[in-house]
């Protein structure tokens, strides 16, 4: 699987951004999709995931209430909804596929994306 995030951007906190990762090569439906963040001089962050179906999600909690996961199988596309966005939430953030059923660790997706840059000021 192949996978190409985007929209990220400089966003003042507060602000919202929606973040899309494109999936090709391999059956989309067939994965788990998770989102991750890493900041510089920081591990890689699991911020949320959906079930291949999208009937099931999980949040880390320093997001649940502001982001929210979503996927549209007929596009091959995750997406990632970020309100009220604050400074601590500044990183580069990831998409992630794996074999359901979804996970909170990194070693639990196969294949990654390059990352899209999510910088919020103060």
Known sequence: V???ASGGGLVQAGGSL???CA???RTFSNYAMGWFRQAPGKEREFVVAISWSGGSTYYADSVKGRFTISRDNAKNTVYL???SLKPEDTAVYLCAAGPPPIRVGVTGYDYWGQGTQVTVSS
């Open 18 to 20: 929606r973040l899309s």
């Open 23 to 25: 999936a090709s090569g």
């Open 2 to 4: 192949q996978l190409q």
């Open 81 to 83: 909804q970020m309100n």
